[in-house]
């Protein structure tokens, strides 16, 4: 028979079947390939570190830039040419803002993930590549999406979308499905 003192229970690991799942305090996760949230961290090269209930020896881990995990950080990754040429986040229709008015289309508002804010032009109909948006700041307009940014589907907004970091302009990282300024 067990006493009622000293006796703790410590969850040891978490798994998840989607992003939902992920959020530790008010920080909002992804629930990666492995089976394991992830979160956002600059210090990566994916720009997501593995949170510390993860099992497989993964905790506190960098995301690889492929999904899996790796225990390097952003200085430690090769440059290898494979990632897009970088964007100006102050002039760039997705660029960086603290208010809609610090975006360069008139028709962006500034919306936030919740860790960084970006700008986001208007667009009227869902889909990718949205011909409708401006291309990013290098020109590339294949990536480009228009989503809904609620979940009652009534605003549309225009967006860098992606899978993984790779898939974003230098100095911007995924936190899919959209591409967004490190916090």
Do not use: H
């Not at 609620?150 to 992606?162: E, H, K, N, P, W």
Request: proline fraction near 5%; hydrophobic fraction near 30%; glycine fraction near 12%.
């Amino acid at each position: 028979m067990l006493g009622s003192g000293g006796v703790a229970c410590k969850l040891r690991e978490f798994a998840c079947e989607d992003d939902d799942a992920c959020k530790d305090g008010d920080k909002l996760g992804t629930c990666e390939a492995s089976g394991f949230c992830s979160f956002p961290d600059v210090d990566c090269a994916s720009g997501r570190r593995y949170g510390d209930l993860v099992g497989d020896d993964l905790a506190g881990t960098c995301v690889a830039l492929d999904g899996s995990s790796s225990s390097g950080d952003a200085s430690s990754a090769a440059a290898d040419g494979s990632s897009s040429a970088g964007i100006d986040p102050a002039t760039d229709p997705y660029g960086t803002c603290e208010v809609s008015s610090d975006c360069n289309d008139a028709t962006a508002a500034c919306v936030t993930n919740g860790m960084t804010r970006m700008c986001a032009p208007t667009c009227t109909m869902e889909g990718q590549p949205a011909s409708e948006c401006p291309p990013r700041g290098d020109g590339d307009t294949a990536s480009i999406s228009c989503l809904f940014t609620d979940a009652s589907q009534t605003t549309l907004r225009c967006f860098i979308a992606c899978t993984q970091t790779l898939d974003c302009p230098d100095g911007m990282v995924c936190a899919a499905p959209v591409c967004t300024w490190p916090g």
